[in-house]
Nanobody
Framework: QVQLLESGGGSVQAGGSLRLSCAAS????????MGWFRQPPGKGRWDVAL????????HYADSVKDRFTISQDNAKNTVYLQMNNLKPEDTGMYYC???????????????????WGQGTQVTVSP
């Protein structure tokens, strides 16, 4: 059974930084897309950052470009999300995902991903 274990959430003031980690158990063949979605309080889940672990291709939501960086450690089967200059609107539950590419890319369609972590809370105060 695929397991995605997240860590690194917490509470920070605006302008601060956090680093999220997602360690994956053995993934099915072809599950090259890993990344993060987030769910603000009372809202749906939206993409944050995605990584194609086969070629290093990345996608970032416009709201986090130039502030967040997604990276991988292949030896540890782990992806990271470095979050800098955090804003109150970044507050939410952050979920790690893993799945196959859709039409050759790591889609932002939330319903596409079969494998989800349990979530880690990020709270940014003004």
């Amino acid at each position: 059974q695929v397991q995605l274990l997240e860590s690194g959430g917490g509470s920070v003031q605006a302008g601060g930084s956090l680093r999220l980690s997602c360690a994956a158990s053995e993934l099915p063949d072809g599950s090259d897309c890993m990344g993060w979605f987030r769910q603000p309080p009372g809202k749906g889940r939206w993409d944050v950052a995605l990584l194609d672990i086969s070629n290093g291709g990345t996608h970032y939501a416009d709201s986090v470009k130039d502030r967040f960086t997604i990276s991988q450690d292949n030896a540890k089967n782990t992806v990271y999300l470095q979050m800098n200059n955090l804003k109150p609107e970044d507050t939410g539950m952050y979920y790690c995902v893993a799945g196959r590419p859709l039409a050759g890319t790591c889609t932002v369609v939330v319903g596409w991903y079969q494998h989800w972590g349990q979530g880690t809370q990020v709270t940014v105060s003004p």
